[in-house]
């Protein structure tokens, strides 16, 4: 069974940036679209970027211009390297396979001065 793991969070002033990284416990390759999904407390989680095995990417609205979505096939390893943030980007971040309907255990990342 493929895990996929989440790193990378913490607290960030507003304004600073933070790279979260999702590992594939096996070849990434093979596994097709990723996407980044974020959640706040009493809210529902949204996808906030997306990439396919191919290179091709998404992004939510309100992210466009601040985050960027990439993958290391190699490393089995898809990043979300996230720039400018705002307080409204505060949630649980959680990586997720399409192909395999898998979920990663989420990492926090909280903006706040």
């Known amino acids: 069974q493929v895990q996929l793991v989440e790193s990378g969070g913490g607290l960030v002033q507003p304004g600073g940036s933070l790279r979260l990284s999702c590992a594939a416990s096996?070849?990434?390759?093979?596994?097709?679209?990723v996407g980044w999904y974020r959640q706040a407390p009493g809210k529902q989680r949204d996808l906030v970027a997306s990439i396919t095995s191919g290179g091709l990417t998404n992004y939510a609205d309100s992210v466009k211009g601040r985050f960027t979505i990439s993958r290391d096939n190699a490393m089995n390893t898809v990043y979300l390297k996230m720039n400018s943030l705002q307080s409204e980007d505060t949630a649980v971040y959680f990586c997720?396979?399409?192909?395999?309907?898998?979920w990663g255990q989420g990492t926090q990342v909280t903006v706040s001065s």
């Open positions: 997720y396979a399409a192909s395999l309907n898998i």
């Open positions: 096996r070849r990434l390759g093979g596994i097709g679209f």
